[in-house]
């Protein structure tokens, strides 16, 4: 396995491993209630808070990054997230569990940056084509959200102590990995031919490492038109706020979907098959945007296509009057929702790929993002109370609204940012990239 190869599942598994914690605290809300007798407060509060910490502590991570090191930080955040998860499984009161899940949110909030620091610093070290590696980025990330729950019914028998403490242990082991993954400040790009690249396809690494020459830079005109450094977190802002669009939908509907697969069918409204659906969206979701890295559509494109198919999946829902038609329908929306999740990651990394800001535009644009995971839920709960299956309609809508808008931007090119070669590093052709191509 090449030095690219290696750095890379080690990033990818931090990812994976980060989203899983996230999700296996879910199945065990039952066991709260009994454990540190939480009522429906504190019950609240234990996801609010660690969702309010985890977005306060990005912009807070993005500063650290660029001060200091992406690999460190990585570290460091981590392991603080592993101090959370265990002192989460120890907690015995509802104080010490709440505190627990705010250091366990700050120290996810701090990681996030770092990691897409570190994955902006892979790809331009060892030339792995951006499109790819957050196409396996967004895939691994969907992958810990499934895994999460998965973990929690398999080793369920173990505990909430006993599975808490092993996976504060994995998160520790993960940490010191990352320092492993992310390559330094003063690492220059590579020569190892035998490196392949994170998705396993040693051809495009090894041809481009095969000599340390910079590729060929692309005309001015072809690249389009590039993006002011100092207006970066007017783009860092835009972008998040896109993706705080798709997360308040996505939110939305995580409270809603059950909702209404017991409104079609009360045989729906069992556990396995309410999980059944959600499990088959993440599945796609992943799938999605692991072929999306694969073929590296351009940025417009991700962004209309991904548009059109959330309007399509949401509004479809409204009408579904089977469960098998609800679940046809969310597939469709959820293919939409990986493509906005990776057009909008892949518009950051891109567009950072020009000055020394990089970690400050990670920790704004997650910042803006994840507070879209805080309103979702109140909005379409509201919604469903007063409108019922409109609500569908009512999200599409918004979705098509949102593509309106960017019709209007996509007429107007000089609004766009465009690719920027990185600082000492080669140019991408579009070919590579495309992240300017119509």
């Given at each position: 396995?090449?030095?690219?190869?290696?750095?890379?599942?080690?990033?990818?598994?931090?990812?994976?491993?980060?989203?899983a914690?996230?999700t296996?605290?879910?199945p065990?809300v039952?066991?709260?209630?009994?454990?540190?007798?939480?009522?429906?407060?504190?019950?609240?509060?234990?996801?609010?808070?660690?969702?309010?910490?985890?977005?306060?502590?990005?912009?807070?991570?993005?500063?650290?990054?660029?001060?200091?090191?992406?690999?460190?930080?990585?570290?460091?955040?981590?392991?603080?997230?592993a101090v959370?998860?265990?002192?989460?499984?120890?907690?015995?009161?509802?104080?010490?569990?709440l505190?627990?899940?705010?250091?366990?949110?700050?120290g996810?909030?701090?990681?996030?940056?770092a990691?897409?620091?570190?994955?902006?610093?892979?790809?331009?070290r060892?030339?792995?084509?951006?499109?790819?590696?957050?196409?396996?980025?967004?895939?691994?990330a969907?992958?810990?959200f499934?895994l999460?729950p998965?973990?929690?019914?398999?080793?369920?028998?173990a505990?909430?102590?006993g599975?808490?403490?092993?996976?504060?242990?994995?998160?520790a082991?993960?940490?010191?990995?990352?320092?492993?993954?992310?390559?330094?400040?003063?690492?220059?790009?590579?020569?190892?031919?035998?490196?392949?690249?994170?998705?396993?396809?040693p051809?495009?690494?090894?041809?481009?490492?095969?000599?340390?020459?910079?590729?060929?830079t692309?005309?001015?005109?072809?690249a389009?038109?590039?993006?002011?450094?100092?207006?970066w977190?007017?783009w860092?802002?835009?972008?998040?706020?896109?993706?705080?669009?798709?997360?308040?939908?996505?939110?939305?509907?995580?409270?809603?979907?059950?909702?209404?697969l017991?409104?079609?069918?009360?045989?729906?409204?069992?556990?396995?098959?309410?999980?059944?659906v959600?499990?088959?969206?993440?599945?796609?979701?992943?799938?999605?945007?692991?072929?999306?890295?694969?073929?590296?559509?351009?940025?417009?494109?991700?962004t209309?296509?991904?548009?059109v198919?959330?309007?399509?999946?949401?509004?479809?829902?409204?009408?579904?009057?089977?469960?098998?038609?609800?679940a046809?329908?969310?597939?469709?929306?959820?293919?939409?929702?990986?493509?906005?999740?990776?057009?909008?990651?892949?518009?950051?990394?891109?567009l950072?790929?020009?000055?020394?800001?990089?970690?400050?535009?990670?920790g704004?644009?997650?910042?803006?993002?994840?507070?879209?995971n805080?309103?979702?839920?109140?909005?379409?709960?509201?919604?469903?109370?007063?409108?019922?299956?409109?609500?569908?309609?009512?999200?599409?809508?918004a979705?098509?609204?949102?593509?309106?808008?960017?019709?209007?931007v996509?007429?107007?090119?000089?609004?766009?940012?465009?690719?920027?070669?990185?600082?000492?590093?080669?140019?991408?052709?579009?070919?590579?990239v495309a992240?300017?191509?119509?």
């Amino acid at each position: 396995m090449g030095a690219a190869r290696r750095r890379a599942a080690l990033l990818l598994a931090a990812v994976v491993s980060v989203n899983a914690s996230y999700t296996v605290m879910i199945p065990f809300v039952p066991d709260l209630e009994h454990r540190v007798d939480a009522g429906p407060l504190v019950v609240a509060l234990t996801f609010a808070l660690f969702a309010a910490a985890k977005a306060l502590a990005q912009p807070v991570g993005g500063w650290w990054v660029d001060r200091w090191r992406a690999d460190r930080v990585a570290m460091l955040s981590m392991l603080l997230a592993a101090v959370g998860i265990a002192a989460t499984a120890l907690a015995t009161d509802g104080v010490t569990l709440l505190t627990a899940r705010v250091v366990w949110g700050v120290g996810e909030g701090l990681v996030s940056p770092a990691l897409y620091a570190g994955m902006t610093a892979l790809c331009r070290r060892y030339d792995v084509p951006t499109g790819r590696m957050m196409g396996s980025f967004g895939a691994a990330a969907i992958a810990g959200f499934l895994l999460g729950p998965l973990v929690a019914g398999v080793a369920g028998p173990a505990g909430l102590t006993g599975l808490f403490l092993a996976g504060a242990a994995v998160t520790a082991v993960t940490a010191v990995g990352l320092v492993l993954a992310i390559p330094g400040p003063d690492a220059g790009k590579t020569a190892d031919t035998g490196a392949a690249d994170a998705t396993g396809d040693p051809g495009a690494l090894g041809a481009a490492a095969a000599t340390d020459a910079p590729a060929p830079t692309e005309p001015a005109a072809a690249a389009g038109a590039p993006a002011s450094p100092s207006r970066w977190y007017v783009w860092a802002l835009l972008l998040g706020l896109m993706d705080m669009f798709t997360f308040i939908v996505y939110s939305a509907l995580e409270p809603l979907l059950p909702m209404h697969l017991r409104a079609v069918d009360d045989a729906a409204s069992s556990r396995s098959a309410i999980s059944a659906v959600l499990v088959g969206g993440l599945a796609v979701s992943a799938f999605v945007m692991w072929l999306m890295g694969r073929f590296s559509p351009s940025l417009r494109r991700l962004t209309v296509t991904g548009l059109v198919l959330s309007a399509v999946g949401l509004c479809a829902l409204a009408a579904g009057t089977s469960v098998q038609v609800v679940a046809a329908c969310f597939l469709v929306y959820m293919a939409g929702y990986a493509t906005l999740f990776l057009a909008a990651r892949r518009g950051v990394v891109e567009l950072k790929a020009a000055n020394a800001d990089d970690g400050k535009a990670y920790g704004l644009f997650g910042f803006v993002s994840d507070l879209g995971n805080v309103v979702g839920p109140l909005i379409g709960v509201a919604l469903y109370e007063t409108t019922g299956r409109f609500t569908f309609v009512l999200l599409g809508a918004a979705s098509g609204v949102a593509l309106l808008a960017v019709a209007v931007v996509l007429r107007r090119p000089g609004l766009l940012p465009g690719r920027v070669a990185a600082q000492g590093g080669p140019s991408r052709t579009p070919a590579t990239v495309a992240g300017t191509a119509p």
